[in-house]
């Protein structure tokens, strides 16, 4: 049975940072590239950002990229996303998953599992 579990999450003031972790069970954890999304309340998931199997290739949307940053460890089957700078904007239930392409996509469909989320909350 495959298992994600995301952790990490919290709450912190603006200008913070937090990391979250997501510890990967059940599956061949380096054949999986990995994603992170998130969703705020009334709004669709989006794309955070994402890692290649190995780990030589990450990629971010415009509205993360040079605060938050994606790493994974194949040896501990977790993956890890480093927030910094966090804004209110920032809030949401945060995802991992993952997806058996060797590139992380930022499409949804192409995840074959997902963690059941972790709340981040910004205050201003």
């Known amino acids: 049975q495959v298992q994600l579990v995301e952790s990490g999450g919290g709450l912190v003031q603006t200008g913070g940072s937090l990391r979250l972790s997501c510890a990967a069970s059940g599956l061949t954890f380096r054949t999986y590239a990995m994603g992170w999304f998130r969703q705020a309340p009334g709004k669709e998931r989006e794309f955070v950002g994402g890692i290649s199997r190995a780990g030589g290739d990450t990629h971010y949307a415009e509205s993360v990229k040079g605060r938050f940053a994606i790493s994974r460890d194949n040896a501990k089957n977790t993956a890890f996303l480093q927030m910094n700078t966090l804004t209110p904007e920032d809030t949401a239930v945060y995802y991992c998953?993952?997806?058996?392409?060797?590139?992380?996509?930022?499409?949804?469909?192409?995840?074959?599992?997902w963690g059941q989320g972790t709340q981040v909350t910004v205050s201003s």
């Open positions: 998953a993952a997806s058996d392409r060797y590139f992380a996509s930022s499409q949804p469909l192409n995840y074959n599992y």
